[in-house]
């Protein structure tokens, strides 16, 4: 019997993690994001939405939108910004069946030890036809101490990722290449090492310094209808329509 996400020593160390991250950081406006063009289409067509996991750098537009974390420090600053926020985890969301017209949830599932039963959740609360956001790192051969210290528990093999898309009746409709992590490793693991060392003078540096320098030299997402290439590609960005039928879970 898998142990429960709330137990695990997985969750521990993403929610000691995050909670250290979050409560250094200002809220981040969506609008900042290059996810938001697409975001911004998608969501004037959704009544009802939900982000899992966003942190302080929610994709969806915070006012009126859903948002479920297991972060307090997060949860606090997107309820002041007019967000409904839950503490929970993606494996046990207090939602409704069927409720949300978009769901979305990036660079959460490779966090959680039951993924399959993390997408079950995301799809029990989506309603049938609903647009579901997700994003996931790619090819074990690329882990990192980055993976180590963020709280990974895998990087997808791209046939792996299809299969659970399909397993979910998660059909692709437009995907990208995504990330905000440097693609040099020396770069990274110096950046570990600096958190391992000496984590509160790291934290500040990241969230005051590399990371508005990060959202300025975002490049522009290129989105392809269907799923792209995923050979050489570290990080991807899913747009995926849900096929179940009502009541199905």
Known sequence: MPTPAH???????????????????????????????LVKELAEAAPRRLEVGPGLRPRLPVPGTHFADISEPALAK??????????????RLPYLNDFFDLVC???IIEHVEDDAGALDELCR????????????????????????LVGHCRRYEPTQLRGLLADHLLTV???????MKP?????????MLQLRKHPKRAL??????????????????VFQNDMIDMDDV????????????????
């Open 7 to 37: 137990k695990s020593g997985v969750f521990r160390v993403n929610q000691e993690f995050y909670d250290a991250l979050w409560s250094g950081m200002l809220l981040i406006d969506p609008a900042r994001f290059t996810t938001w063009p």
């Open 78 to 91: 997107l309820a002041s910004a007019g967000g409904h926020v839950e503490t929970a985890s993606i494996t």
């Open 105 to 107: 949830a990036l660079d």
């Open 125 to 148: 609360v989506a309603r049938p036809g609903a647009t579901l956001l997700l994003s996931v790192p790619l090819h074990p051969g690329h882990w990192t101490s980055f993976d180590d």
């Open 173 to 179: 409709m437009r995907s990208a290449r995504y990330g």
């Open 183 to 191: 693609e040099s490793s020396r770069l990274v693991n110096w950046g």
């Open 204 to 221: 500040w540096i990241y969230n005051h310094l590399i990371m508005p320098l990060g959202l300025r030299c975002q490049k522009p997402m």
């Open 234 to 249: 570290g990080e991807i960005f899913i747009v995926c329509r849900l096929e179940k039928a009502p009541g199905e879970v």
